[in-house]
């Protein structure tokens, strides 16, 4: 099993991931056309088309307006059409409300791109579909296969698969794209994804030079292991592009399909960098943000925490090279592969940019 997808067993239990590394291509809706949003929009109109996906084709007809996202990755699908979300369900949702009123503050890493006021329709591994009947959408986007049979009774559903996968992200969002009326608008996003990249790795360049060696690890906590990233990926891929080179261990040193311990952290002592990806699954609706604290900065707070005063206090860690020299950054999982292409790209691109020009 390789390491994203033991990340994944990890956090079984946890809705951070919502699907992290088993996430996306999108899944059939309704083709038969019996749920009432579904007939309630083909009587709308009569332009209707089939969104092909990896699980079949879902119809879609008129152009919807009112989207239910359910998960952080579909959020970000969204949102990179200029698509205002109308219902959000989170992975790690920590507010209450029925409506996000203040979305900056109350939804992490996307709020202040959304102008609307979705409703709150809960956790992502288990969206209320009381709400969502009450919302009456046109389209959902989800991730996973649970609940798919009742989601698209309410409306036509697309539901992701395979996100983890390099390219997959690009396949998602030409499907939902199509769903959305808004072709033209996903060849737009993918052409600045890849000028984002070029110049990010313009921006990086005399840093990547002269530590171009990078260690890419996940952990909740030290005396849990750790994982390090090195199998291709769509964030693999992406440090790849900046220039990056991603630091293996030497073979038969450690099994990656397993956590690292801490004891084993010396064979990756080539690295000249390390960022470590963290996550906390008792982050909870509990923990809200204070009044000058927004729910991005809560998350990269609790989700990072814990790892880096292990990481800081640990006698071995402070020996790496990495540790030595100060080049040790954290994270939050959420974020790095949470999220994925277009805009969880960007974000991780902006971050690197604090790490290594900050220096």
């Known amino acids: 099993m390789c390491p994203l997808k033991r990340i994944a067993h990890w956090l079984v239990l946890s809705v951070v991931t919502a699907g992290l590394i088993i996430g996306c291509g999108l899944s059939a809706g309704n083709p038969s056309g019996n749920s009432p949003a579904l007939k309630s929009t083909a009587s709308s109109s009569s332009s209707c088309r089939w969104v092909k996906h990896d699980a079949g084709e879902t119809q879609v007809c008129g152009q919807p307006q009112k989207v239910a996202a359910l998960s952080a990755y579909t959020l970000n699908l969204l949102l990179s059409l200029d698509q205002q979300p109308a219902g959000y369900a989170a992975p790690l949702n920590i507010y ?86 808004k072709r033209e608008k996903a060849e737009v996003v993918i052409q600045q994804h890849a000028a984002n990249i070029a110049r990010a ?36 891929s992406l440090l ?3 220039g990056f080179q991603l630091v293996s261990p030497p073979p038969g040193s450690v099994n990656l399909n397993m956590p690292v311990s801490v004891e084993k952290l010396p064979v990756f002592n080539d690295a000249d960098s390390i960022i470590v990806l963290g996550y906390d699954t008792s982050i909870d609706q509990h923990q809200k943000p204070s009044n000058s604290e927004s729910a991005s900065e809560l998350m990269e707070k609790s989700q990072t925490q814990s790892i880096q005063q292990d990481w800081e206090a640990s ?25 994925n292409p277009p805009i969880g790209a960007e974000l991780v691109l902006e971050q690197l940019r604090q790490f290594f020009l900050s220096e």
């Open 96 to 181: 209450l409300g029925k409506v996000f009123n203040n979305p900056a503050q109350q939804i992490p890493y996307f709020g202040d791109r959304i102008i609307t006021h979705p409703v709150n329709l809960g956790k992502s591994a288990a969206p209320s579909l009381e709400k969502l009947i009450a919302l009456k959408p046109d389209l959902i986007v989800a991730e996973g296969n649970g609940d798919y049979s009742l989601l698209s009774q309410i409306a036509p559903t697309l539901i992701c698969q395979t996100r983890g996968q390099k390219g997959q992200w690009q396949q998602s969002l030409r499907s939902l794209a199509i769903a959305l009326g």
């Open 315 to 339: 006698e071995i860690a402070q020996l790496l090279t990495a540790s030595q020299e100060g080049r040790v950054f954290f994270a939050t999982i959420y974020k790095w592969l949470g999220i």
């Open 240 to 242: 790849g592009e900046v």
């Open 201 to 236: 790795r313009a921006d990086l360049a005399d840093s990547v030079a002269a530590h171009p060696k990078l260690l890419l690890l996940g952990s909740q906590r030290l005396d849990q292991g750790l994982f390090a990233f090195t199998k291709d990926s769509d964030l693999v």
